[in-house]
């Protein structure tokens, strides 16, 4: 399995290869320990909530495709606008689709690896009941 990332560019790939690893403490490890996950929009998780939203995508059992449209580093902090999706059989024979559009934060941590501090896989999509594309 591949390392943690050495620039923040590389942190999309580490979190796919590690998702579709379909082990739970691999992926956990591509994030901060203070690290917020928004797996719905307005909905943020941290700590065993991040780790249990990863594990019901993860036990789909279907792989995730990323393409990094843009990164945006400065110094030891990353912007990171990826395009993402989850399509095709799940264990139970069931078809998936899930995509999005990221807006994550990276950090270099002390040890010089990249990790998500915040992970918005749902970008700038409207929480339930406000109005299309506001707060």
């Known amino acids: 399995m591949r390392n943690l990332a050495d620039r923040p560019e590389e942190v999309p790939a580490v ?3 590690r998702f ?3 082990d739970a403490l691999a992926l956990a490890e591509v994030y ?3 690290a917020v996950l928004v797996p719905q929009p307005g909905t943020p998780a941290t700590g065993a909530d991040l780790r249990t939203a990863n594990g ?3 036990e789909l059992g279907v792989p995730i495709s990323v393409r ?3 990164v945006y580093r400065s110094g030891d902090v990353a912007l990171l606008i990826v395009d993402w999706v989850i399509d ?3 264990r139970e024979g069931q078809a998936v ?3 999005g559009t990221a807006t994550d934060i990276a950090r270099r941590g002390p040890d010089g690896r990249w ?3 915040i992970d918005n896989p749902f970008g700038t999509r409207a929480q339930p009941g406000s109005p299309a594309g506001g707060p």
Request: charged share 35%; glycine share 12%; proline share 4%.
């Open 88 to 90: 095709g059989v799940g």
């Open 97 to 99: 689709r899930v995509e």
């Open 32 to 34: 901060e320990d203070a």
């Open 56 to 58: 019901r995508l993860q």
């Open 68 to 70: 990094p449209r843009h």
């Open 15 to 17: 979190f796919a290869e």
């Open 20 to 22: 579709n690893s379909g």
């Open 115 to 117: 990790r998500y501090v």
